[in-house]
């Protein structure tokens, strides 16, 4: 239960009802942190930045963050931008096999490692992020011969 009351053991104010995720997380920086480590990883992984088109990562990793944060309750730039998100519609054109997915997992769990987060709030991230990653596969991995 300690972890959960983090914001006032700090010497802040006690966190209203209105208090997001986000903000609770730390906010802009911290996703930025989350979403640019996870992208050092998809550009050191060979089989798994295969699957993006762009030579540049960097809209890829403004687009994941975006998503992110306006999941989880900061600015809506991301619906403003891009509109519905539609994130099993917006992974058709890629195969995401549970190699891919669990590449994905692998790389964006342990930038949320970096990020230090208290245990409850990690694990409502973790938590959401295998369950998102387990809903976009949409394709087999391929048969070994
Ligand atoms: C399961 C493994 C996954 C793989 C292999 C994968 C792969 C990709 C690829 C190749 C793109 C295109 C890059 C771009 O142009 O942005 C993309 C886009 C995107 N992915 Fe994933 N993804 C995975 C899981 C996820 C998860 C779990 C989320 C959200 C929690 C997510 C959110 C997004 C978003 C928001 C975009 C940009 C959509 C747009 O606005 O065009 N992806 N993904």
């Not at 891919?100 to 709030?121: G, I, N, P, T, Y």
């Not at 992020?129 to 809903?135: D, E, G, I, N």
Request: hydrophobic share 35%; charged share 25%; proline share 7%.
């Amino acid at each position: 239960m300690s972890d959960n009351v983090q914001g006032v053991s700090e010497g802040q104010a006690p966190l209203g009802r209105e208090t997001s995720f986000y903000d609770l997380v730390g906010g802009h920086d911290t996703f930025v942190r989350l979403v640019h480590g996870f992208y050092e990883g998809v550009a050191g992984d060979p089989v798994l930045r295969a699957l993006y088109p762009e030579e540049d990562l960097g809209p890829a990793e403004i687009r994941l963050r975006m998503f992110l944060e306006q999941y989880w309750g900061g600015p809506n730039t991301y619906s403003e931008e891009r509109g519905h998100p539609r994130l099993r519609m917006r992974h058709t054109p890629y195969a995401v096999t549970p190699e891919q997915r669990d590449r994905w997992l692998h790389h964006m769990l342990a930038s949320v490692a970096l990020l230090k987060l208290d245990r409850e709030q990690e694990a409502t991230l973790v938590d959401y992020l295998v369950r998102a990653a387990y809903m976009l596969v949409n394709a087999p991995d391929p048969e070994k011969d």
